[in-house]
């Protein structure tokens, strides 16, 4: 039966992604990135059937899949760029696979290519009963002459004269205006829906009954069909009949989603069911039942999401003098089932993972990047050997720690000083427990591990996992300091970023990401200007979009000014970007103060969940403060001198230098007058 799937994507250096992998993922072809000075290969059983569309612009290197991609990350190397829009769609099983790639190129030539875009197309036929293509578009078009052109353009607001218009800080007013639609929420449902035109025509030509819909359950029905009110007129009993069969329709298809929902999940948890004993079966039908959800990996990952947000919801209600006792009770007994069927499913995807795939080393991969080795072994229903298996660990790590870059670099001060709190807490234990043998923490560096065998098996099994989380957190915090020396480094070139202090780093970081976003080397006189008249970064569009952002009613896609964004996401920068707000006059005071409320029980929310969560966890909090105040704080001659030090330490070395050789001069000058005048005599 012919199904309707199609999912889009960004991919960008924003999340840690890049063009010549994917594309190299996608297609099965080896290719060497440029930027990063190797070379992806991905090994498939079956090799996809790739190949390129390109519009009438486009240079003749577009259709070389390496020059393309290795292009496309060089003309686009700010650190959020979006490299390519990728799309994922499902084939028609009822078509050849001659008429499903006809079908495919007519639809990607005629709502992207003739647009302008360039199509890496890669169909996929490794599972004959879900073939799926993916699409890798690029997101600038071609100049006539085949050159990149622009995405968008910078124009100035003029008055009704035609004259340029100003900030009361004396900076031209300025909007950005696109030059192509591409990146418009609307064009997905219009693509989405243009797909699902294109199959049903070709079913229809070939006298199939199948038909696929890009909407929702809901649109297609259950929502779509509304009762009519039955009154009290000569309609009536036709009305109750009317009614009668829409419920009787809904009633039908929610039987049927449910049977197909439960196909579905029945299909996603097969390799675990297989290696589940008797006693465990049993243990998982009763958490169903508690968790009111089928068990697997992803219904718990759900879950876990859903149970969050509803018991921040009740949280807030009680705070303001609801009873929610009741609710709060049954969330925190399914937060218990679900902690405890989490750790049965862990066993159980160990065991797995040791049986279908005996060459890995469990010891050496986390219950994490285990979990998603069987979610895709699901996925694709087949076990991975060779390299195609060491290809997705790798993957999958990568991932995996993409997502904790994410999360951690969005607010790295709070991360800090939580990850020292727990370092210092396995620091702690594992001291503990060698003092008992008359051992110091340093021994087990020093022994390399040997000491362990000293301990019975289970304070060696803590003294392992706290040594393990120990390398965790350490790398990690190489993540964050990495995140706040690549800023700070090249915006201060002379500062010595070693030796500075997390937290000044913190507030350092705050202002270089609100006011110097491009990473621009800032000199002394540059910090002054900054100091003494802070420019407003954004317009009073910007900042209107920025507070219906902080209240939930605008989503991150309405937003086009990436640094706007970045400023939004980024904790420290919310206040600086509020106290800019605050001196906006065109703003009401009601929205700014609907924003801060908002932003407020925010932070709240998440604070009490992982103080819950996360034992030793430290909120930290950001005052609210105007931008000229924070600059002045913050750009004291202290820090200054912290911020060039080396280079007037380069200028005191290269003047001790210069005075050195000329007084070197000097004595070889008056060394050779005293030589000439003795022969004169």
Known sequence: MAIFHMSFQNISAGKMRSAVASASYRSGEKLFSDKEGKTYSYARDVKPEAFILTPKNAPDWAKDRQKLWNEVEDKDRKANSRYAKEFNVALPIELSTEEQKELLTAYVQENFVNAGMVADVAIHRDNTDNPHAHVMLTNRPFNPDGTWGLKAKTQYILDENGNKTFTKSGFPKQRKVWLVDWDKKEKITEWRHNWATAVNKVLEAKNLLDRISEKSYEEQGIDEVATQHEGINSQKEKRQEFNQNVKQQRQAEAEVKNANEKIYNQRRVQTLQRHYSFDEKKLVSQYSKQLKTFISLENLDEKKRMLFNWKNSAIIKQAIGE????????????????????????????????????????????IAEQRELIKETDSEQKVFTGDELKNRLAMIRTNIVNQQIVALTKCPYVSWLFLEKQQHHAEDTITNIVAQKGYKFEDIKRTKGMMLQNFDSKQQDILKQNIKTLSIIGETKKIVTTQYNNVLSKTFPN??????????????????????????????????QL?????????TQEHEQGLAYLTGSLNADGIKNNNLLRVLENTGTQQLFIGEVGQDTNIPTKKLEQAKQAMQQNKQQQDNYRKEKMTGYRAVNYRETKPSDYLNKLLSDALMVLLYSHSQDQQQNEHDELEYELEKKKRQNRKKGRHSSTIHR
Not at 340 to 366: H, M
Not at 504 to 525: G, M
Not at 531 to 539: D, E, H, V, Y
């Open 531 to 539: 100091k003494n008249n802070p420019p407003m970064q954004f317009t």
């Open 323 to 366: 009873d929610m006792t009741k609710q709060l009770a049954t969330i925190t007994q399914q937060e218990k089932s679900l902690n405890e069927v989490n750790e049965l499913l862990d066993k159980v995807v160990n065991r797995t993972v040791t049986k279908l795939y005996p060459d890995v080393d469990t010891e050496l991969f986390t």
């Open 495 to 528: 500062m010595d970023v070693d030796k500075t202090p997390v937290k000044e780093k913190e507030r350092l970081y705050t202002a270089v990401v609100y006011y110097n976003p491009e990473l621009k080397a800032l000199t002394r006189k540059d910090l002054e």
